[in-house]
């Protein structure tokens, strides 16, 4: 019915313009990832313009694969995203039940958990690894640094001074190593977006059955089962969206492994991506195309499994 | 809840004052972050002016003058605002059309919009910057605004479209009985009644253009550059000029963390994606 | 003016027939109501009408003319929901002149109409309350009275009265009676309550499963059932309806008698039976009897008050007359 047709219509412009925004660059990305193309190259200049002619196959994709950054950067990139998902969670439901019951100034408490949310990303990475977890000058130095000299005046104290000279000098732990720096980017993007889960099951607990609870009161349960058995499950579509969303948005982190990384040889796949494509551009989409299809099989299983729940 | 009206003394005591402390330990970072920004480079890194100290607005100054600050928030709210407007310029259409026609497509139509934004950035940008060098659209205000649109745009059209499924369908059956054409439901019924949550749509909108940091970063060079742009250019080397750049830091960050506190309410309910009650 | 005509209309959603081809005439000024248990089509159709919902094949004539691909706006057909549909966000005032404000009409004139609408309908005092605010009752004046104003070819109204309260259901009933008396407009309504049905109709539309078992007024209906679906849902109580020898002897498959067409004898009488419950409603008393050997229960209505009680043993005499008899596939003999 012509009638039915045109709001039918009013959904082309937004899916047009995604398919556009999809395929394009990634039509391009497909095409680059099968022929040699790097931007730099004295002893293959021909290689330095895409064409067809320098047709390699799938030469990209076994170099990738071959190459020991390639697993690193994967395992790594779930190691993040699922370390994060776990921490925003586990935090976010213990803050929302702790501030979910009204008490002096809880409007400002809120906006204080609020804030972090707001922060530029490249903000907040600059923030935690410059200011906060530097070794020598950042809070986590400067804290290290004074206790380790508070000690070392301890020692020389009367009575007590052999019970503090037993103590060893502490060490500042460096963010910047390979390793600690992946806890660096899981502590920061942690900070960032429990403040988004706490909201959300702080919404979800405020619709919370109450005469359920009240019931399950009469009934003998004590705090804990309540939260067991009434609060736990009233909480399970929540906790849903937070991970799906969260794993929208980590799947592609990108500014805080940058300005954390460095080159020190922590990577997940996106950054993995910006390193080759700082010359060897037909290894990069190559990458790349191994990111769409992880994306694609975490975007099968996450948003199938959870997208029904959310349509209801 | 009368039953339970009997108050442990963790309840009374405990719970207020564990809450203060979670809520101040967050806020902590920013705190400090804008407690350096006044704070002169030297000073920064030294333990004995950690709390007490010469207060200075010369990182201020030097960022005004020296690094056109302006500029940048200038391009910042531009290219936000626009987004935003554009986006839900074509957001709404498409989200009406999805929750009051739906076929059976409709829902793989979201979920795949949705995992567009899964797709590493990286993956692309080598294509997007030869395209838009290509066209002339390098570091202009409208392909910012179209590439800040473009990845905001699956997550608009989703938390639209459960605001609007919130809506009856007899209301907007009536309406087309009541002799209302497409527009007409649109403007007279869809919009006045979805309001509250196009609103928080719009913020949140906002608030990731506003934050973007790829794009942004990589598709600009003075023109259109954003305040991330100013960010990244001032990411010294490791300690040095610390002063400096928490300034620049809050100064990119404070007018959203400040309009964030002023639109809480309707943020918190944004921030539900429309999916929690 | 307002003459609906449905020709081989069927519906299918996705592989389910919901409305096999369907004919159906609703003559100008009637007030036709389509009843039935819920399921059986009869809200599918009316949305049909309105074309809130498209055909799966067949067409659709108002007034003469193909309205088949004609979208709902345009019908020229008024319709009152269910659950009212009012904008939330308009006032009573604005709610009630939206459509003329959508038909591009001047605001004087719409005013006026407005006006007239509201008195005819006791919103004089609401006109500038939002619907959040008004009753019930008053929200589905509201919903009426936006209908009225634009003087449509025909009112459609489906389930209106669900979600009133049973005593302003009968009030509401009533004034929406009157209107038709008043307006003499073609009305189509949906119910699944067939005493509704039974006090509003000209015509009423029994469906079932998408098939329109009986079309007739009201009375034909309670007289002469066409079939044992129809017999079993018109009439309150419910008819009676068994099978058995006593069905063999009067040559049918299956008999009905309605619960007001049984005699009550504590002596003497053709069944005989115990006393479940009685209902005593002061006016009439409705006697559930058990044990009678015909079926599991039998329902009979007596006038005015009796006294009996449970346990009590009763005799059942039906009368000849009244007595419908249907054949092997259910049909009337």
Redesign the interface.
Same mark, same amino acid.
């Given at each position: 019915m012509s009638d039915r047709k045109l709001p039918r219509l009013l959904q082309t412009p937004a899916v047009l313009l995604l398919l556009v925004w999809m395929l394009i660059p990634l039509g391009m990305t497909l095409y680059f990832s099968f022929i040699r193309y790097v931007l730099n190259s004295l002893r293959r200049p021909e290689w330095t313009t895409p064409s067809f002619s320098n047709w390699r196959g799938f030469g990209n994709y076994e170099f990738v694969l071959n190459s020991k950054d390639f697993l690193f950067a994967i395992q790594n990139s779930l190691f993040i995203v699922c370390s994060i998902l776990f921490l925003t969670v586990i935090l976010g439901v213990l803050i929302a039940v702790l501030i979910n019951k009204t008490f002096p100034g809880q409007g400002i408490v809120r906006v204080l958990l609020i804030s972090p949310f707001f922060v530029m990303p490249a903000v907040n990475a600059v923030l935690w690894i410059n200011m906060i977890l530097d070794p020598v000058l950042g809070l986590q130095g400067i804290a290290v640094g004074g206790i380790n000299e508070l000690i070392d005046g301890l020692k020389d104290a009367p009575l007590v001074g052999w019970f503090f000279g037993m103590w060893p000098e502490l060490q500042p732990i460096s963010f910047r190593a390979t390793q600690t720096s992946a806890y660096a980017v899981i502590i920061m993007v942690t900070w960032q977006w429990t403040p988004f889960a706490v909201l959300i099951f702080m919404t979800s607990l405020q619709s919370e059955d109450q005469q359920q609870k009240e019931a399950a009161v009469l009934d003998g349960a004590n705090t804990w089962s309540q939260f067991r058995f009434l609060t736990l499950p009233h909480l399970a579509r929540p906790i849903a969206i937070v991970v799906m969303i969260q794993a929208i948005f980590h799947l592609s982190l990108y500014a805080e492994i940058e300005i954390v990384s460095r080159g020190n040889g922590n990577k997940n796949l996106p950054y993995l991506i910006g390193e080759f494509a700082n010359n060897n551009i037909g290894a990069a989409s190559a990458t790349g195309i191994f990111a769409v299809i992880l994306a694609n099989i975490v975007a099968i299983f996450l948003l199938r499994m959870i997208g029904k729940t959310l349509m209801e | 809840?009368a039953?339970?009206a009997k108050t442990s003394r963790f @309840?009374k005591y405990g719970?207020?004052t564990?809450?203060?402390v979670?809520?101040?330990l967050?806020?902590f970072? !920013?705190f400090?972050?804008v407690l350096?920004s006044f704070k002169t480079d030297a000073d920064?890194?030294k +333990?004995e002016h950690?709390i007490f100290f010469k207060p200075t607005f010369d990182n201020y100054i030097n960022m005004t003058e020296n690094y056109d600050y302006w500029r940048f928030a200038k391009n910042s709210v531009i290219t936000a605002v626009m987004a935003t407007v554009f986006t839900l310029f074509?957001?709404i259409?498409?989200a009406?059309?999805?929750a =009051?026609?739906p076929?059976r497509a409709t829902?793989d139509?979201?979920?795949w919009? %949705?995992?567009?934004?899964? %797709? +590493?950035?990286?993956?692309? %940008?080598?294509?997007?910057t030869?395209?838009t060098k290509t066209a002339g659209l390098f570091d202009t205000h409208f392909l910012i605004i179209l590439v800040l *649109?473009?990845i905001n745009?699956?997550i608009v059209?989703w938390m639209l479209f459960?605001y609007f499924k919130e809506i009856?369908k007899?209301?907007i059956?009536?309406?087309?009985?009541?002799?209302?054409?497409?527009w007409?439901e649109i403007k007279?019924?869809l919009i006045? %009644?979805a309001w509250g949550g196009i609103a928080s749509t719009a913020l949140l909108c906002f !608030?990731f253009c506003?934050?973007e940091?790829?794009w942004t970063v990589r598709l600009t060079t003075t023109d259109a550059a954003t305040?991330?742009k100013l !960010?990244?250019g001032n990411?010294a080397p490791?300690?040095l000029f =610390?002063g400096r750049? *928490?300034a620049v830091?809050a100064a990119?960050?404070g007018p959203?963390?400040v309009? @964030?506190?002023f639109c809480?309410k309707q943020?918190?309910?944004g921030?539900? =994606?429309g999916?929690?009650? | 003016m307002g003459r609906i005509v449905l020709k081989n209309v069927t519906k299918t959603f996705g592989e389910t027939q919901v409305i096999p081809p369907l004919d159906l005439t609703i003559e100008d000024g009637e007030f036709a109501v389509f009843v039935g248990p819920s399921g059986c089509g009869k809200s599918t159709l009316l949305r049909m009408i309105a074309g809130l919902e498209d055909l799966t094949s067949g067409a659709i004539e108002i007034e003469g003319e193909d309205a088949t691909e004609v979208p709902p706006a345009k019908r020229g057909l008024a319709m009152v929901f269910q659950s009212y549909a009012l904008y939330p966000h308009m006032s009573v005032r604005k709610n009630i002149g939206f459509p003329l404000r959508m038909a591009k009409m001047e605001q004087s004139e719409i005013d006026e109409r407005v006006e007239t609408a509201a008195k005819s309908l006791n919103l004089m005092d609401y006109l500038d309350r939002k619907p959040a605010d008004l009753s019930g009752g008053q929200r589905q004046r509201v919903a009426i009275g936006r209908a009225i104003v634009r003087e449509p070819e025909a009112f459609l109204f489906d389930e209106p009265l669900s979600n009133l309260d049973a005593a302003l259901r009968v009030g509401m009933r009533l004034e929406i009676g009157e209107l038709h008396e008043r307006l003499k407009t073609t009305m189509v309504y949906v119910t699944h309550d067939q005493v509704e049905a039974m006090t509003m109709a000209n015509k009423i539309v029994v469906l079932r499963a998408g098939v329109i078992e009986q079309v007739g007024s009201p009375l034909e209906l309670y007289h002469k059932p066409r079939n044992v679906f129809v017999a079993g849902f018109i009439g309150s109580p419910k008819m009676n309806i068994f099978s058995g020898p006593e069905a063999e002897k009067l040559d049918a498959a299956t008999i009905g008698i309605r619960p007001e067409h049984i005699g009550v004898s504590m002596t003497d009488g053709l069944w005989k039976g115990r006393v479940g419950v009685a209902e005593h409603l002061g006016s009439d008393t409705f006697i559930h009897v058990h044990d009678t050997g015909l079926a599991d229960m039998i329902t009979v209505r007596i006038t005015g008050d009796i006294a009996v009680k449970h346990g009590d043993t009763i005799y059942l005499t039906p009368q000849p007359d009244q007595i419908h008899k249907f054949d092997d596939e259910g049909l009337r003999n």
């Open positions: - | 809840m039953i339970v @309840g719970r207020p564990l809450a203060w979670v809520g101040l967050f806020f970072p !920013i400090w972050m350096t920064a890194v +333990p950690l074509v957001g259409p498409c009406y059309a999805m =009051f026609n076929s829902k139509v979201l979920m919009m %949705l995992s567009t934004k899964m %797709l +590493p950035a990286a993956a692309v %940008l080598y294509p997007m030869f395209i *649109s473009l745009m699956p059209i459960t009856p007899d209301i059956e009536a309406g087309q009985m009541d002799g209302a054409n497409t007409g007279e019924i006045p %009644l !608030i506003w934050n940091a790829y305040l991330s !960010i990244e990411r490791e300690g =610390f750049l *928490s830091s990119a960050v959203i963390v309009l @964030g506190w809480q943020l918190v309910q921030l539900t =994606f999916a929690v009650k | -």
